[in-house]
T-cell receptor, first 114, second 113 residues
């Protein structure tokens, strides 16, 4: 078990471009979460999957953001027409689906929009 | 007002000092997490509490549900403890637990040798 892995670690893109991030959770975990963290702030919830179903989305997730988890394993987070305000660390976490099970975080993808 | 508030925001200590970081929350919760984040972003879960006290090595976490307050203590602090410590809660929504965590803004701890 290599833990939660995220790819890429860093992404620099120009404003207006589309970007896609990938998260591979711990293999037996059925819950997967995406969070966004800006400098000096705690993470903010974006969205949550149980298996392949996207069960909750934050109001922070504008229509430029979309997330998928097609086979209930890895997940992708796509941002279309990136804006400078999208620059942040995007964190993925996974957990097993029983109540209050601990979260395991990946190392994050740092996005810089120029 | 944030639903989860931490204090202090920044803390500098000398090696060996006893450290306390506080977390207050304003909502009903089913669990509270203490997390450690090192430069570069990786987050490690330290504790998950729903009542009482937990201890792991030099780290102790306590929670008072009635007062909606938790503390993280570090005994005999060491420079390698330097990191951001984040409190996060899983809110109770209706009769079921919320599916996600709400985070505090974190406490930047620096332990000098």
């Amino acid at each position: 078990d290599t833990g939660v892995s995220q790819d890429p670690r860093h992404k620099i893109t120009k404003r207006g471009q589309n970007v896609t991030f990938r998260c591979d959770p711990i293999s037996e975990h059925n819950r997967l979460y995406w969070y966004r963290q800006t400098l000096g702030q705690g993470p903010e919830f974006l969205t949550y999957f149980q298996n392949e179903a996207q069960l909750e989305k934050s109001r922070l997730l504008s229509d430029r953001f979309s997330a998928e988890r097609p086979k209930g394993s890895f997940s992708t987070l796509e941002i279309q027409r990136t804006e400078q305000g999208d620059s942040a660390m995007y964190l993925c976490a996974s957990s097993w689906g029983f109540r209050n099970s601990p979260l395991h975080f990946g190392n994050g993808t740092r996005l810089t929009v120029t | 007002k944030n639903e989860v508030e931490q204090s202090p925001q920044n803390l500098t200590a000398q090696e060996g000092e006893f450290i306390t970081i506080n977390c207050s929350y304003s909502v009903g919760i089913s669990a509270l997490h203490w997390l450690q984040q090192h430069p570069g972003g990786g987050i490690v879960s330290l504790f998950m509490l729903s009542s009482g006290k937990k201890k792991h090595g030099r780290l102790i976490a306590t929670i008072n549900i009635q007062e909606k307050h938790s503390s993280l203590h570090i005994t005999a602090s060491h420079p390698r403890d330097s990191a951001v410590y984040i409190c996060a809660v899983r809110m109770v929504r209706g009769e079921t637990s919320g599916s996600r965590l709400t985070f505090g803004e974190g406490t930047q701890l620096t332990v000098n040798p």
